[in-house]
């Protein structure tokens, strides 16, 4: 009986160690995986600030570094990266109708894929945030057809379309 507990204890404890070093290089992985994409995006904004003029000392100042192997570095791994510069996608689905009516038209648009066309008087509330209050009706005359547009805007302060109408407006304020 003696012998068995004691084995058990030593699986047991054969069995931590052997986790703990899968865990570990599981942790290792996916920590240099997340710090590889934040680099990319360190990368490509130290690009864009080069692209745009900025000197390599200001580009140094602004990483916290003195080291230019640094951003020449960065440059080299995004020698092949060129900034978009254009129209903004989101002026086709949103129209400012006056400076305080948004119209909004959605054709298969986000994650659930709504259609359809809205106007809603957009109020700015103190903390920042916006609150958009519909013109339009939910439900047609006959209650036969909603219009998503109005339910996933209208008093809404959160979610997929809240967030980018909001993004859209604040970028023209």
């Not at 703990?20 to 710090?35: I, P, V, W, Y």
């Not at 490509?44 to 003195?66: F, N, P, Q």
Request: proline fraction near 2%; aromatic fraction near 10%.
């Amino acid at each position: 009986m003696k012998n068995a507990r004691l084995s058990a204890v030593s699986k047991a404890k054969q069995t931590y160690v052997s986790m703990k070093a899968t865990l570990e290089q599981r942790l290792r992985e996916q920590m240099f995986s997340e710090l590889s994409a934040i680099q990319t995006q360190v990368d490509i904004a130290v690009r864009y600030a080069y692209d745009a003029g900025e000197k390599k000392s200001d580009i140094l100042r602004a990483l916290g570094t003195k080291n230019y192997n640094t951003v020449n570095e960065s440059l080299e791994r995004t020698s092949g990266v060129v900034e978009v510069v254009g129209d903004d996608p989101y002026d086709q689905i949103f129209t400012m109708a006056d400076s305080e009516t948004v119209v909004v038209s959605y054709e298969n648009h986000g994650p659930s894929k709504y259609s359809g066309e809205a106007s809603f008087t957009v109020k700015q509330l103190d903390d920042g945030s916006y609150l958009f209050l519909s013109l339009d009706p939910l439900w047609s005359e006959d209650f036969r057809t909603r219009n998503d547009v109005v339910a996933v805007l209208d008093g809404k302060q959160d979610g997929f379309y809240y967030e980018e109408l909001s993004e859209w407006i604040s970028a023209r304020a």
